[in-house]
């Protein structure tokens, strides 16, 4: 994959940032975060450290910024970095609105020119987690770390990229891809819906992708779509999410 994945998908998220207004809007106004497309709450999933009172933290490809706000209202100073100007603008917008301060950067989550160690937290809902190769944003990240420091990331589960047609069409319990040698998924080809290109790998691929950069998993989840959930999220139907995990989430720390 080339380095035009970046061009490529800060357009896309430019030309969509209209259509992510109203859920940014819905989300700043939530009190407790909740995450990922099904809205698990964070009282069941821990994402956020306990204390962040007074701590660094970075969101890596920030959309909305509504977790950039989630983090601040937590008492982290916090820096929100994000390739579309659209998205951004959302952004400024509502924290300005929510009374909360957020350094907010234009720019690419894999460089961010951010000086080293400089942050005792960082994370990504289905920002660099899912839209920058992991080899580029996760030492990106880990270089940004003080040592103590946490990466939590959320993205897709490379189960539903398997199971995703190739038309674009919404996953089904049929393994539509292979699983070998996966690296992501090119959405600007797919016959619906098309998008960006996205990233990710096989569960061995992200074991090696950590401990060759050094970092300790301290924990995964799997996400699945609550019992109660109908309907289609991204490309994801309720009834497969609720039998498939939909979504992963990595805790990671650069050990002291
Ligand atoms: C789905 S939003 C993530 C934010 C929010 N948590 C959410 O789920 O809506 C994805 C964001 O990733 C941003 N993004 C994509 N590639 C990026 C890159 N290379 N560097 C920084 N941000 C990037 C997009 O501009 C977009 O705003």
Redesign the pocket.
Known sequence: MGAD??AI??D???AD?KN?VA??ER?WRAREPVW??WELAEASLNLLPADLAGKDAI?????????AGWLARRGARVTA????AN??ATARRLAEEHGVQIRFIE????DTGLPDAGFDFAI?????????PPGK?LREAWRLLRPGGRLVF?GNHPMALICSPESGAPCEAVLHRPYRGMWGVDWTRVELDPS?ICFNLTMAGWMDLFAGIGFRVRKYQELYAPESATGTRAFVPAEWAREYPVEQVWHLEKPA
């Open positions: 994945h970046v998908n800060r896309v998220w430019d940032a992510w859920g940014g989300l990922g497309n969101e890596l490809g920030c959309g909305t910024g509504y977790v970095i994000d390739v579309s998205q951004l720019g690419n989550a894999e990504s809902e289905y920002g660099a987690a899912i839209w920058c944003w959320l960006g």
